[in-house]
């Protein structure tokens, strides 16, 4: 057998071809102090000051923040991931009380929230009473009810909870129950929090994200010749994984300033991806 046609048949070391697009995406090389501000500013933004902390010791960059501020949506937002609901409205309106007095569908959804709460209290045991749901029920949602039908709507479904038993409930029903949703009001009221301070309701980093995901669909929408599947971009690079790790090692271990490490929930009661 000749040697061409034993090197025709040895496989191929060299690198694969780049599509033209990832050749293109390659030649954009965002500045490590820019990547590096747009997590201090999502880790600012969701309320994780002991990483904030130690990312800006890490990058060696200014924490242009006053760690308190932060610290105020934390415990507020503690509150509501563990049920707390009363505590949580008594720190806001504490905070700025117009928070709630302008946003009535936000505290409308925070008075629910704290309803599911006395249900799922109240019906933990076979015999339970249920009678401080149905009072709170009567004297804070039933009154703020009819000025809008979806909280009309929402106030029947709550009180479903107490028909039906907790192990049979239909899924519209059973997401009540879920950890998920003191996640969405707790991301609501960090969010009507930041607007009432006069800051972004969202981290620049989502709405990047948010920004490729819709250019990634126009361009899909309109035929254009970009590779099957698009990485977006976050775990591959080395610089990444470091800055990734850091808010990671942070939110864990926290720092000296607060003496804790930061509540990282996301919507299914996991670590937040976007913080580890």
């Known amino acids: 057998m000749s040697s061409a046609n034993l090197m025709s048949r040895t496989p191929s070391t060299a690198t694969p071809t780049w599509h033209q697009f990832e050749r293109k995406v390659d030649e954009v090389k965002p500045s490590k102090t820019d990547i590096n501000y747009l997590v201090m500013d999502y880790l600012i933004t969701n309320g994780y000051p002991a990483a904030a902390s130690k990312f800006a010791v890490e990058a060696n960059i200014q924490l242009r923040t006053d760690l308190e501020s932060i610290q105020e949506r934390v415990e507020i937002r503690t509150f509501i991931h563990s049920g707390n609901i009363q505590a ?4 806001i309106n504490e905070l700025n009380p117009q928070i709630l007095d302008e946003n009535p569908a936000l505290h409308f ?32 949602l039933a009154p703020r ?33 879920d950890p998920s949703l003191r996640k969405d009001i707790a991301q ?25 995901a819709f250019a990634e669909h126009k361009a899909r929408d309109a035929k254009k010749d970009i590779p099957d599947k698009l990485d977006i971009g976050l775990l591959g690079d080395n610089d990444n994984n470091q800055s990734s790790n850091t808010s990671n090692d942070a939110a864990n271990n926290g720092n000296s300033q607060n003496g804790s490490g930061d509540t990282v929930m996301a919507n299914n009661g996991d670590v937040d991806t976007m913080v580890a």
């Open 88 to 91: 949580a409205i008594e720190k």
């Open 109 to 140: 959804a925070l008075l629910r929230l704290q309803l599911v709460e006395l249900i799922r209290t109240c019906t933990s045991t076979p015999d339970g009473d249920i009678s401080p749901a149905l009072e709170f029920a009567t004297t804070q």
């Open 145 to 177: 009810a009819p000025t809008n039908p979806q909280f009309l709507e929402d106030l029947e479904r709550t009180l479903a909870l107490l028909i039906f038993p907790s192990d049979n409930l239909s899924p519209s029903l059973a997401s009540l129950l």
């Open 188 to 212: 609501r009221v960090n969010e009507a929090i930041l607007q009432n301070q006069g800051a972004r309701k969202e981290a620049r980093l989502r709405n990047l994200v948010k920004l490729r």
